[in-house]
């Protein structure tokens, strides 16, 4: 199991409603306990790892993280042009 203080500060953590190897009560404890901002997403029906061989919850999948990518290399755009914006002089 990847424990919460090994995860990066924004996570999106997957489960299967019915997973038998890894709980979701317990694993849905584990986060909440933990001070990550994560995004939780959930398959209603499948059990461990099975969410994988769902098409349309793979697409699902594959937007968020097009979108985390996306939100990503964004900040990582505004914190370059910061940088790029100071000069020796001005610090």
């Keep these: 199991m990847l424990w919460p203080q090994d995860m990066p500060k924004a996570t999106t953590v997957v489960f299967a409603q019915n997973d038998s190897l890894v709980p979701l009560d317990l694993g849905v404890a584990q986060l909440k306990a933990s001070p990550l901002d ?6 209603p029906t499948a059990t461990h790892g099975r969410f994988l061989l769902d098409h ?3 697409l699902r999948l594959a937007g968020e993280v097009t979108e985390l990518a996306n939100t990503t290399a964004s900040n990582a755009e505004v914190q370059t042009s910061v940088n790029k914006g100071l000069s020796s002089d001005e610090t």
Excluded: A
């Excluded at 994560?38 to 398959?43: A, C, G, N």
């Design 56 to 58: 349309f919850f793979q």
């Design 38 to 43: 994560v995004k939780l997403i959930v398959h």
